[in-house]
T-cell receptor
Framework: DTGVSQDPRHKITKRGQNVTFRCDPISEHNRLYWYRQTLGQGPEFLTYFQNEAQLEKSRLLSDRFSAERPKGSFSTLEIQRTEQGDSAMYLCASSPPTGGYNEQFFGPGTRLTVL | DQQVKQNSPSLSVQEGRISILNCDYT??????FLWYKKYPAEGPTFLIS?????DKNEDGRFTVFLNKSAKHLSLHIVPSQPGDSAVYFC?????????????FGGGTRLMVKP
């Protein structure tokens, strides 16, 4: 399978705990995106990497959210001191290097439930 | 503010008929529009796209129409099939968006009845 993969698929945690999600993009894709989707809404952009550089992070929801892509391959999204409002589907997407328009390929998502 | 809106949360269509899903946007800086389909427990899957310099793009049973003056786009599925039943999201990219950041609408659930 050469699609975008995410791990874990489901995470249940207690309020106040830290959680970390992993995303493995399609191998030749240098652009990687994180989105959050809450019930009944469309995905909401969080952050974007081009190779290992995080080029856009102003949309991260608070300073409890951080993301890394240390070697320009897989990425992690961490949420510290989780709150019940963080419960959502966290989606990762990737796209190839290009100067033109192209679609983003999404992974299956990690569903987070904060109790 | 919701820059991309899908005002119909659901749509039911008979198999073989046309499905028309609508999307409105407010940001005139959007230059590229996409439709994604999402099945339960899966991530969104790209369906079709259109550049703002065009008014129509067709791919098999799927056609996207763009009316820039009305800031409106629509997705036509003809003929509709039961396997098309899913949630459809429209998305838009702006000229000044970092790295192809997409802004999504809230989605429309399409149900195609056999």
């Amino acid at each position: 399978d050469t699609g975008v993969s995410q791990d874990p698929r489901h995470k249940i945690t207690k309020r106040g705990q830290n959680v970390t999600f992993r995303c493995d993009p399609i191998s030749e894709h240098n652009r990687l995106y994180w989105y959050r989707q809450t019930l009944g809404q469309g995905p909401e952009f969080l952050t974007y990497f081009q190779n290992e550089a995080q080029l856009e992070k102003s949309r991260l929801l608070s300073d409890r959210f951080s993301a890394e892509r240390p070697k320009g391959s897989f990425s992690t999204l961490e949420i510290q001191r989780t709150e019940q409002g963080d419960s959502a589907m966290y989606l990762c997407a990737s796209s190839p290097p290009t100067g033109g328009y192209n679609e983003q390929f999404f992974g299956p998502g990690t569903r987070l439930t904060v109790l | 503010d919701q820059q991309v809106k899908q005002n119909s949360p659901s749509l039911s269509v008979q198999e073989g008929r046309i499905s028309i899903l609508n999307c409105d946007y407010t940001n005139s800086m959007f230059d590229y529009f996409l439709w994604y389909k999402k099945y339960p427990a899966e991530g969104p899957t790209f369906l079709i796209s259109i550049s703002s310099i065009k008014d129509k793009n067709e791919d098999g049973r799927f056609t996207v129409f763009l009316n820039k003056s009305a800031k409106h786009l629509s997705l036509h599925i003809v003929p509709s099939q039961p396997g098309d039943s899913a949630v459809y999201f429209c998305a838009a990219r702006g000229l000044n968006n970092a790295g192809n950041m997409l802004t999504f609408g809230g989605g429309t659930r399409l149900m195609v009845k056999p």
